[in-house]
């Protein structure tokens, strides 16, 4: 175990845009990037669409082909009754509704494992565009083989379009907490925990709590109002967008 922790203290992102491994050409680096990516996603792609039918629906698959028949606003009002928010469904609607083959079960567990390859893409791009080679490296093993992702990522359910999700409103959250009264931060960090929210309410609260626990902290070590004003402005217009559903999210949370 020290010597896995004493290999991972030594993997560092670069910080600058073109920055390079000592020894590896541009284009070496490159051309190993692409292709680390691409066989990470056809193993992905292996595991998420192989045999889709293989298990009966599980209970809570069974709620999900119950709902994303309906018509968007019957939608809406079913799931408002229960603990889930509406847009995962929306999107099971929409994509039940195109004229793909297979059985119904069949084409949502794609959906699901479509979204995964997405959150693969997004994480390429987002986080591991400047990252040491060895570094994306071990992350994509750990990522494309994880027994968790693929028991989910197969799963017709909104845990796969969560990834994704989160995966986009870290970005703004990360730069929000660099300079949080930078114009257009809050804002825009507003806008993806609401979006976060709006597909599920776990992490959209975990999000905004831990971004509300680091601006509390950073205002009691610097002494000063500015990180608190900025999210005050987060909270205020996430509130409003969110203004639809806070009633069912309070029911949920009960």
Do not use: N
Request: net charge positive.
């Amino acid at each position: 175990m020290s010597g896995a922790l004493s290999a991972l203290s030594r993997l560092r992102p670069w910080r600058r845009r073109g920055a390079e491994p000592p020894g590896m050409p541009v284009g070496r680096r490159t051309r190993s990037d692409r292709f680390l990516l691409a066989f990470c996603l056809a193993i992905q792609a292996l595991l998420m669409f192989w045999r889709l039918d293989l298990l009966p629906a599980r209970t809570d698959e069974g709620h999900t082909l119950e709902v994303a028949p309906l018509p968007p606003r019957e939608i809406a009002r079913h799931v408002a009754a229960d603990i889930h928010p509406p847009v995962y469904f929306w999107s099971a609607h929409g994509w039940l509704r195109l004229p793909l083959p297979g059985e119904p079960l069949s084409r949502l567990r794609a959906l699901s494992g479509l979204f995964v390859l997405l959150t693969t893409l997004l994480v390429r791009r987002l986080w591991l565009a400047r990252a040491d080679l060895r570094l994306g490296a071990f992350f994509f093993l750990l990522w494309t083989l994880s027994p968790c992702l693929v028991l989910y990522g197969r799963m017709a359910r909104s845990h796969s379009l969560q990834m994704p999700a989160a995966t986009l409103a870290l970005t703004p959250a990360v730069r929000y907490l660099q300079e949080p009264l930078m114009r257009g931060r809050a804002p825009g960090l507003a806008a993806a925990t609401t979006a976060l929210l709006y597909v599920h309410y776990l992490p959209g609260l975990a999000l905004a709590g831990a971004v509300a626990i680091a601006s509390c902290w950073r205002a009691l070590r610097e002494k000063s109002s500015f990180p608190l004003r900025g999210l005050a402005t987060v909270g205020g217009v996430a509130v409003l967008l969110y203004a639809p559903w806070l009633a069912t999210l309070w029911a949920a949370a009960g």
